[in-house]
């Protein structure tokens, strides 16, 4: 047996676990961990400016690829504390990540030694484990377990919090016969499924909801499958948007009281049955008022985790499987129906929710100085191809993106979606662009979310890592702002001022681009829609030339209200600015817009 720090044997399990990146923030709780990093080579490591921010760039670098496990490591106390927010964010959209942090020294755990806190039990509530290591022996095996709990089941994060002396003390390790664990997931029956198919084929109008479980299964060709044998259309929800590409004609648009299209919702509420595989039902996509999302159809919920079935309402049918187990049997079955003559025609209900898509569309095309925000994302569709990596978290921005930018292959759509924390964007799309250096990554983000960790664009600067950044700018609180107006308040959502250091901006305040430049990176300023396009093109040849993040500012109209419901019910979403009237209202839409 080979002897070795219990920190070098920590190390030696992340390679042979497949890690090979991770980000994090050395300190001196954790600087035999990072001893052992050098020591052992083989994984590289991104130092970023804040831990927050380290663990959403792992969030980032997961998200992107199939099998990816991003790690995030930290010293003790307010670095663990720090990562709270990624742990929270993480676990909401079945990531996994493993967030290590340095700790005190055993004997000095129940001292309230500087910079020692609870940290385990503080992050349980947000990961599938978190454990403080109190013997040195136990690492490879705490180690092992972590990555089997973040792949079994629902995928989740976990910590692990490791004492200086714990991480120094020696260990009989063997890292050449180190073997990871086997993965579980449930797995749908054959019964099951003939039971569940047998919904869609006695009903009349069925549609797919598409989750974020289908592409953590990596299953996205076969949820494609399916549909196409059965003719049936389908519903990304936000987290699987990019399952089946927006220009597919059994893609039926997204649905939501926010982030859904016109097409989308008018045809949800059409249909009589629906098939949710690797959804949670989400209310950003049910609303609130479940009575109108849920009348008049039936409900088949398919979901790996199985006290997600009937969480947030009772389908008729529940099967607790993994996704890509399950859609593997819905595309056999399917296929033996078909061949068996069994499968109902939807020539008429896909050609009625084509022909909704070809008519209930929202305006992009304004010429309007300022800005109005739908130009922008129109401007992002013809500057940008169908490989693009779109990241961001939430906002206006966010919400706006959704309705209007197209999306064509699984993980290119990266969102957080349940916990949406300003500031997610910028290190999130860090993690993505070093995990696919040879795509385009595209972030989104209003000014808020890019203030609040715009620090980490030093992180790309120093790395090199490029990447565009288009930063919609109202100097404004937008959805904050439109979410006051049922209280008729409009009450510390103003980020408006005049900066004395850059007169010209008027009262847009913070001067991104300056900043931006500051911390090694490069900005545009755009004020004009019809200088935005060749603003986005020169921003892809700069990033490509000087290997670091570009920001392309567009100065919006102070107010803009993006569609939505008031009332929080998908049947009652308000159109705030006028709808598509003409083709040239909407020249990047899906469909020509026919009238």
């Given at each position: 047996?080979?002897?070795?720090?219990?920190?070098?044997?920590?190390?030696?399990?992340?390679?042979?676990?497949?890690?090979?990146?991770?980000?994090?923030?050395?300190?001196?709780?954790?600087?035999?961990?990072?001893?052992?990093?050098?020591?052992?080579?083989g994984?590289?490591?991104?130092?970023?400016?804040?831990?927050?921010?380290?663990?959403?760039?792992?969030?980032?670098?997961?998200?992107?690829?199939?099998?990816?496990?991003?790690?995030?490591?930290?010293?003790?106390?307010?670095?663990?504390?720090?990562?709270?927010?990624?742990?929270?964010?993480?676990?909401?959209?079945?990531?996994?990540?493993?967030?290590?942090?340095?700790?005190?020294?055993?004997?000095?755990?129940?001292?309230?030694?500087?910079?020692?806190?609870?940290?385990?039990t503080?992050?349980?509530?947000?990961?599938?484990?978190?454990?403080?290591?109190?013997?040195?022996?136990?690492?490879?095996?705490?180690?092992?377990?972590?990555?089997?709990?973040?792949?079994?089941?629902?995928?989740?994060?976990?910590?692990?919090?490791?004492?200086?002396?714990?991480?120094?003390?020696?260990?009989?390790?063997?890292?050449?016969?180190?073997?990871?664990?086997?993965?579980?997931?449930?797995?749908?029956?054959?019964?099951?499924?003939?039971?569940?198919?047998?919904?869609?084929?006695?009903?009349?109008?069925?549609?797919?909801?598409?989750?974020?479980?289908?592409?953590?299964?990596?299953?996205?060709?076969?949820?494609?499958?399916?549909?196409?044998?059965?003719?049936?259309?389908?519903?990304?929800?936000?987290?699987?948007?990019?399952?089946?590409?927006?220009?597919?004609?059994?893609?039926?648009?997204?649905?939501?009281?926010?982030?859904?299209?016109?097409?989308?919702?008018?045809?949800?509420?059409?249909?009589?049955?629906?098939?949710?595989?690797?959804?949670?039902w989400?209310?950003?996509?049910?609303?609130?008022?479940?009575?109108?999302?849920?009348?008049?159809?039936k409900?088949?919920?398919?979901?790996?985790?199985?006290?997600?079935?009937?969480?947030?309402?009772?389908?008729?049918?529940?099967?607790?499987?993994?996704?890509?187990?399950?859609?593997?049997l819905?595309?056999?079955?399917?296929?033996e129906?078909?061949?068996?003559?069994?499968?109902?025609?939807?020539?008429?209900?896909?050609?009625?929710?084509?022909?909704?898509?070809?008519?209930?569309?929202?305006?992009?095309?304004?010429?309007?100085?300022?800005?109005?925000p739908?130009?922008?994302?129109?401007?992002?569709?013809?500057?940008?191809?169908?490989?693009?990596?779109?990241?961001?978290?939430?906002?206006?921005?966010?919400?706006?993106?959704?309705?209007?930018?197209?999306?064509?292959?699984?993980?290119?759509?990266?969102?957080?979606?349940?916990?949406?924390?300003?500031?997610?964007?910028?290190?999130?799309?860090?993690?993505?662009?070093?995990?696919?250096?040879?795509?385009?990554?595209?972030?989104?983000?209003?000014?808020?979310?890019?203030?609040?960790?715009?620090?980490?664009?030093?992180?790309?600067?120093?790395?090199?890592i490029?990447?565009?950044?288009?930063?919609?700018?109202?100097?404004?609180?937008?959805?904050?702002?439109?979410?006051?107006i049922?209280l008729?308040?409009?009450?510390?959502?103003?980020?408006?001022?005049?900066?004395?250091?850059?007169?010209?901006?008027?009262?847009?305040g913070?001067?991104?681009?300056?900043?931006?430049?500051?911390?090694?990176?490069?900005?545009?300023?755009?004020?004009?829609?019809?200088?935005?396009?060749?603003?986005?093109?020169?921003?892809?040849?700069?990033?490509?030339?000087?290997?670091?993040?570009?920001?392309?500012?567009?100065?919006?109209?102070r107010?803009?209200?993006?569609?939505?419901?008031?009332?929080?019910?998908?049947?009652?979403?308000?159109?705030?600015?006028?709808?598509?009237?003409?083709p040239?209202?909407?020249?990047?839409?899906?469909?020509?817009?026919?009238?």
């Amino acid at each position: 047996m080979a002897r070795m720090t219990a920190a070098r044997a920590a190390v030696e399990i992340l390679k042979r676990e497949g890690v090979v990146n991770a980000f994090g923030v050395p300190g001196a709780a954790i600087n035999p961990f990072y001893k052992a990093l050098k020591e052992g080579g083989g994984i590289d490591h991104t130092l970023a400016r804040h831990v927050e921010g380290a663990s959403h760039m792992a969030e980032g670098y997961t998200r992107t690829n199939p099998g990816n496990i991003g790690v995030c490591i930290g010293t003790s106390g307010p670095a663990g504390t720090d990562m709270i927010t990624g742990l929270y964010s993480a676990t909401g959209d079945s990531i996994p990540i493993l967030c290590i942090t340095g700790q005190a020294p055993t004997h000095l755990l129940h001292k309230e030694d500087f910079q020692a806190v609870d940290i385990a039990t503080i992050a349980k509530p947000v990961t599938k484990m978190a454990v403080t290591v109190l013997e040195a022996a136990q690492v490879p095996g705490i180690f092992q377990q972590a990555f089997h709990l973040m792949r079994s089941g629902r995928p989740g994060p976990v910590l692990i919090d490791l004492p200086i002396d714990v991480q120094m003390a020696e260990i009989e390790f063997d890292p050449e016969t180190y073997e990871p664990l086997p993965v579980y997931k449930p797995t749908a029956t054959r019964a099951q499924i003939e039971k569940a198919i047998t919904f869609l084929v006695e009903s009349e109008r069925p549609l797919i909801i598409a989750g974020g479980g289908i592409i953590n299964a990596d299953a996205s060709d076969l949820l494609v499958e399916f549909a196409e044998i059965t003719n049936t259309p389908v519903v990304p929800t936000l987290m699987g948007w990019g399952t089946i590409p927006d220009d597919h004609e059994l893609n039926a648009g997204m649905v939501g009281q926010q982030t859904g299209h016109r097409y989308g919702n008018a045809t949800f509420l059409e249909s009589d049955f629906v098939l949710g595989i690797g959804n949670r039902w989400a209310n950003r996509h049910t609303g609130y008022n479940l009575d109108v999302y849920t009348k008049d159809r039936k409900f088949v919920h398919v979901d790996i985790e199985p006290t997600q079935l009937g969480k947030i309402f009772a389908p008729d049918y529940g099967i607790a499987s993994d996704a890509k187990a399950a859609l593997e049997l819905f595309v056999q079955v399917a296929k033996e129906l078909k061949a068996a003559g069994k499968l109902p025609d939807r020539s008429a209900w896909v050609a009625s929710h084509l022909e909704r898509k070809e008519t209930l569309q929202r305006r992009t095309h304004f010429d309007n100085i300022p800005m109005k925000p739908q130009r922008v994302y129109e401007e992002m569709n013809k500057a940008f191809g169908k490989d693009t990596r779109y990241v961001t978290t939430i906002g206006l921005s966010q919400i706006a993106g959704a309705q209007m930018l197209h999306v064509y292959k699984p993980r290119h759509w990266i969102n957080c979606g349940q916990a949406g924390p300003l500031g997610w964007t910028i290190p999130a799309a860090l993690g993505v662009a070093k995990a696919d250096p040879d795509t385009q990554v595209v972030a989104l983000s209003g000014d808020y979310d890019f203030q609040f960790m715009i620090e980490e664009l030093a992180v790309g600067a120093q790395h090199r890592i490029p990447y565009v950044h288009v930063l919609v700018n109202n100097a404004y609180l937008g959805l904050i702002r439109q979410a006051q107006i049922g209280l008729d308040i409009n009450f510390q959502v103003n980020l408006e001022f005049e900066n004395q250091n850059s007169p010209e901006l008027g009262v847009y305040g913070v001067d991104h681009v300056k900043v931006a430049e500051g911390l090694g990176c490069k900005a545009i300023r755009v004020t004009d829609p019809n200088e935005l396009g060749q603003a986005l093109e020169q921003a892809k040849k700069l990033a490509q030339e000087h290997q670091v993040p570009v920001v392309v500012e567009a100065i919006l109209e102070r107010i803009t209200n993006i569609a939505m419901s008031k009332t929080a019910d998908i049947s009652d979403v308000s159109e705030f600015e006028e709808l598509a009237t003409e083709p040239g209202h909407a020249p990047t839409a899906i469909r020509p817009l026919k009238v």
